[in-house]
């Protein structure tokens, strides 16, 4: 459906990459002023040059949508807006936290999207280390809201849409209040866990890095493959003993998750009694994504450090052990030893944190 530009409260986004681009492009759409943010000087001109961004394909709305100003100053960017969506990979959540804590104001709020896994505990103390003392409130979404592409810069193509994410406040008692200020502004986001939800139902911290380490000899020997649709029962085998993991921290935590294999066929058109059979069969959603020609791949670089490596943490912290989640994080640090330390117990400052206090922590600040 294409929608004119009826300009609203301003709202910022950081980082002009695939998905800030697609959500400047649907805010504006939606009638919000938008204002961007991203390092790269030859992004933001030309989207000044351009003034919005052109969204197409599988989004409720299509169409141009006006950005206010785009800028590689984040004071600019940040000064006036009372929610700021943080788009960007979680390997940047640090370093960004850092560059926003000297422009954060009372009653801003910043929102991780997606947030991997306590990507809302790494920037709340990211900020106290900076001596950022601003009362905001900051959340995380568990995923995405678009499955999407810049074709160019200023031009981006959804090839789908969720209708529904899980997102939590940190601590989890201000939902209803980022509820009420999502309500009309994007609906999708259920602000109805806490960041514990969310970060388990990071199901990227199951499916890339495992699978990832055992396509290895197809990696370095630079193979043609299909990420999904060559997956094997061995790699399905491997990912159900995370995922078992995945639903004991779940349990631990007090709560009820649902299973990788049934979150797919609940999420896809597929069918199966494992992995390996709902990954194979899920056909439409999969067919044509390539497999990695590096093992210098997102998929272990950032889903290890700032997913594996938080609910490892998470594990700790409640007691639960997780043996086959810490072997990924093993073997793959030993093949990539520049990999980032990333979310560890020492690094989240939840050392002699008990499973209580970290609840207590999350849910009630």
Same mark, same amino acid.
């Given at each position: 459906?294409?929608?004119?530009?009826?300009?609203?409260?301003?709202?910022?986004?950081?980082?002009?990459?695939?998905?800030? $681009?697609?959500?400047?492009?649907?805010?504006?759409?939606?009638?919000?002023?938008?204002?961007?943010?991203?390092?790269? $000087?030859?992004?933001?001109?030309?989207?000044?040059?351009?003034?919005? +961004?052109? &969204?197409?394909?599988?989004?409720?709305?299509?169409?141009?949508?006006?950005?206010?100003?785009?800028?590689?100053?984040?004071?600019?960017?940040?000064? =006036?807006?009372?929610? *700021?969506?943080? +788009?960007?990979?979680?390997?940047?959540?640090?370093?960004?936290?850092?560059?926003?804590?000297?422009?954060?104001?009372?009653?801003? *709020?910043?929102?991780?999207?997606?947030?991997?896994?306590?990507?809302?505990?790494?920037?709340?103390?990211?900020?106290?280390?900076?001596?950022?003392?601003?009362? *905001?409130?900051?959340?995380?979404?568990?995923?995405? &809201?678009?499955?999407?592409?810049?074709?160019?810069?200023?031009?981006?193509?959804?090839?789908?849409?969720?209708?529904?994410?899980?997102?939590?406040?940190?601590?989890?008692?201000?939902?209803?209040?980022?509820?009420?200020?999502?309500?009309?502004?994007?609906?999708?986001?259920?602000?109805?866990?806490?960041?514990?939800?969310?970060?388990?139902?990071?199901?990227?911290?199951?499916?890339?890095?495992?699978?990832?380490?055992?396509?290895?000899?197809?990696?370095?020997?630079?193979?043609?493959?299909?990420?999904?649709?060559?997956?094997?029962?061995?790699?399905?085998?491997?990912?159900?003993?995370?995922?078992?993991?995945?639903?004991?921290?779940?349990?631990?935590? =007090?709560?009820?998750?649902?299973?990788?294999?049934?979150?797919?066929?609940?999420?896809?058109?597929?069918?199966?009694?494992?992995?390996?059979?709902?990954?194979?069969?899920?056909?439409?959603?999969?067919?044509?994504?390539?497999?990695?020609?590096?093992?210098?791949?997102?998929?272990?670089?950032?889903?290890?450090?700032?997913?594996?490596?938080?609910? $490892?943490?998470?594990?700790?912290?409640?007691?639960?052990?997780?043996?086959?989640?810490?072997?990924? *994080?093993? +073997?793959?640090?030993?093949?990539?030893?520049?990999?980032?330390?990333?979310?560890?117990?020492?690094?989240?400052?939840?050392?002699? +944190?008990?499973?209580?206090?970290?609840?207590?922590?999350?849910?009630?600040?």
């Amino acid at each position: 459906m294409e929608r004119s530009i009826i300009m609203g409260k301003p709202m910022a986004i950081i980082g002009a990459g695939n998905g800030g $681009q697609a959500f400047a492009g649907y805010l504006s759409l939606h009638g919000r002023t938008v204002k961007i943010f991203d390092v790269v $000087q030859n992004t933001v001109d030309k989207l000044t040059k351009l003034g919005g +961004v052109v &969204l197409e394909g599988h989004s409720d709305v299509t169409g141009f949508g006006k950005i206010e100003l785009a800028s590689t100053d984040i004071g600019k960017v940040m000064e =006036g807006c009372e929610i *700021i969506l943080v +788009v960007l990979p979680s390997i940047y959540h640090k370093d960004m936290a850092k560059k926003m804590a000297p422009h954060l104001k009372d009653g801003q *709020i910043v929102v991780l999207n997606p947030n991997a896994s306590l990507g809302p505990v790494e920037f709340k103390n990211t900020l106290k280390e900076c001596g950022c003392t601003a009362d *905001i409130i900051i959340a995380g979404t568990s995923t995405l &809201l678009f499955a999407c592409r810049a074709i160019e810069v200023g031009r981006v193509e959804v090839s789908g849409q969720k209708a529904s994410l899980s997102a939590a406040a940190y601590p989890s008692k201000y939902n209803d209040l980022v509820a009420e200020k999502f309500a009309d502004i994007l609906p999708q986001f259920n602000f109805r866990d806490d960041i514990l939800r969310v970060s388990l139902d990071n199901l990227n911290a199951m499916m890339h890095p495992a699978p990832t380490l055992l396509y290895t000899a197809k990696i370095e020997h630079e193979e043609d493959f299909q990420y999904y649709l060559d997956f094997t029962p061995s790699q399905g085998a491997l990912v159900e003993a995370l995922d078992a993991e995945r639903m004991a921290l779940g349990k631990a935590y =007090g709560l009820e998750l649902r299973t990788l294999v049934d979150e797919y066929k609940n999420t896809y058109e597929t069918s199966g009694n494992n992995m390996y059979e709902v990954i194979t069969n899920a056909i439409s959603a999969y067919t044509g994504i390539k497999g990695q020609k590096t093992m210098r791949t997102r998929y272990l670089m950032e889903d290890i450090p700032y997913s594996l490596v938080a609910l $490892q943490t998470m594990g700790q912290v409640a007691g639960v052990p997780t043996p086959c989640i810490s072997a990924v *994080i093993t +073997v793959a640090r030993a093949i990539i030893p520049e990999m980032d330390e990333g979310r560890t117990r020492k690094n989240l400052g939840l050392e002699g +944190v008990d499973k209580e206090a970290f609840e207590a922590m999350c849910r009630e600040g």
